[in-house]
């Protein structure tokens, strides 16, 4: 919890290499009901250049969150990996459910053929 704010950490898929980490991002309203307002993937499997072992490595992400009120920042801090820049995430939510990703509002789906 931050805030009005909850964090659920969750994991998808089974298996060696497979599995992934998430986290969700709810809005609690004034009767305590649940609004999701965000899932973001917070982990990845990358292989190594140069590396002993050909297996990949889990990647996972930190989580800095900041509230202004106005929305909350949630920043995604990718871990120092030898020999792999991992991109830094920016996600900015709105109690409207508002939400911007890096910079930029999220792709709406496109719809099907």
Same mark, same amino acid.
């Given at each position: 919890?931050?805030?009005?704010?909850?964090?659920?950490?969750?994991?998808?898929?089974?298996?060696?290499?497979?599995?992934?980490?998430?986290?969700?991002?709810?809005?609690?309203?004034?009767?305590?009901?649940?609004?999701?307002?965000?899932?973001?993937?917070?982990?990845?499997?990358?292989?190594?250049?140069?590396?002993?072992?050909?297996?990949? $490595? @889990?990647?996972?992400? %930190?989580?800095?969150?900041?509230?202004? +009120?106005?929305?909350?920042?949630?920043?995604?801090? =990718? *871990?120092?990996?030898?020999? $792999? @820049?991992?991109?830094? %995430?920016?996600?900015?939510?709105?109690? +409207?459910?508002?939400?911007?990703?890096?910079?930029? =509002? *999220?792709?709406?789906?496109?719809?099907?053929?």
């Amino acid at each position: 919890m931050e805030g009005r704010w909850l964090f659920l950490r969750y994991g998808i898929g089974r298996g060696t290499f497979a599995r992934e980490e998430h986290v969700r991002v709810y809005l609690v309203g004034q009767t305590n009901a649940l609004e999701e307002m965000a899932d973001m993937k917070i982990s990845s499997y990358v292989d190594v250049p140069g590396a002993k072992s050909s297996d990949p $490595i @889990l990647a996972e992400y %930190k989580i800095h969150v900041s509230d202004d +009120k106005a929305a909350i920042t949630i920043t995604f801090i =990718p *871990p120092t990996i030898k020999g $792999i @820049l991992l991109p830094e %995430k920016t996600l900015r939510v709105t109690p +409207k459910g508002e939400q911007v990703v890096d910079g930029k =509002p *999220p792709e709406a789906p496109q719809p099907p053929r």
